[in-house]
C-alpha cells in the first residue's frame, strides 16, 4: 500500500513539474515537447528497479517505445484535426485515446513472439 | 528563439495545477499495477501513455481564448490552433521518448542506473530539442506572411 501511494506522488510531482516546464516555456511548439517527457517513466522507474530488478525495468523499457510510437500517431492526429479548428481540444484528445490503445496494444501483439 | 516566460504560471489556476498532479500520480500508479498484475511488456507501454495530455491541450485553448476574449474577440480557433500546435510539439517529443526507452532498455541491464537514467534523459532532450529545431529552421523555414495569423506568431515556427 505504501509503494501505491509512493509511486502516485512521486508520480503527480515529477509530471506536474515537466507540464510547468511547458507552462513557462515560449514558443507553444517547443513547450509542447514537454508534453511527451519521459515523466512516468521517470517516476516510477527508481521504484521498478528497486522493488523488480534492472532486468524487469529493461523490459518495461522495451515496449514504452512501442508506447510511444502510438503516442506520436496519436498527438499527430490531435495536432491534425485541431488545426481545423473544427472540434474542441478536450473532445479531440478524449475521442482519440482508443487511437493509443489500439495502436500500442495492437503493436505490442504484433512483436508479442519476439520478446 | 526559446524564452522563458514566467508569467505563464499565473495563467494557471490552482485547480487546475491540482488536476495534472491527480491525472499524472494516477496515470504512474496505473503504470505499475498493470506491470504488477499483467507483466513488464504489458506494463512498459503505460511509461508512454499520453496521461496529461488532454488535460494540457485544454488548458492552453483556453488560455488563449482567455487573451482573445480579453481583446474583445471569440478566440475559439486561435485557441484549438495554439492546442494543435502544443500537440505538433508533443509528437516530436515522442520521438525523444522512443530513444530515452531504447537507452534504457539496451544499457539498463549491465549497467549502473544512475548513469543510464541520466543518459537516457539527455538523449530524449538532444533527440526532442534537435528535431523541433530542424522543423523549424530546416522543413518548414519562416513564413512570415502565413505564420501572422498563428497564435504567438512571432515566436511559432
Known sequence: MTELVIRFLVGGLVVSLFAILGDVLRPK??????????????????????????????????????????????????????????????????????????????????????? | MVELKLSGLKETRPHQYLVRFLFGGAATLLAGLVARYFGPAMGGLFLAFPAIFP?????????????????????????RLAASIDAAGAALGCVGLMGFALIVWRMLPDRNPWLVVPLATIVWAAISFGLWELRKNRLFGHHPRSSAHRPHARSAP
Not at chain 1, 515496449?63 to 500517431?73: D, E, Q, S, Y
Not at chain 1, 479531440?92 to 508479442?112: D, E, I, N, Q
Not at chain 2, 476574449?69 to 475559439?76: K, L, V
Open chain 2, 55 to 79: 488535460a494540457t491541450v485544454t488548458l492552453i485553448e483556453s488560455h488563449e481564448k482567455k487573451r482573445a476574449a480579453e481583446s474583445g474577440y471569440d478566440g475559439t480557433h486561435r485557441g
Open chain 1, 29 to 115: 511548439s517547443f513547450a509542447g515537447l514537454f508534453a511527451a517527457a519521459p515523466s512516468v517513466a521517470l517516476a516510477t522507474i527508481g521504484l521498478t528497479i528497486h522493488k523488480e530488478g534492472k532486468a524487469f525495468a529493461a523490459l518495461e523499457a522495451k515496449t514504452m517505445i512501442l508506447g510511444a510510437v502510438a503516442f506520436l500517431v496519436y498527438a499527430a492526429l490531435a495536432s491534425l484535426i485541431l488545426r481545423r479548428g473544427k472540434v474542441s481540444a478536450l473532445v479531440t484528445s478524449l475521442v482519440l485515446m482508443p487511437v493509443w490503445f489500439g495502436l500500442s496494444f495492437g503493436l505490442l501483439a504484433l512483436v508479442a513472439g519476439k520478446l
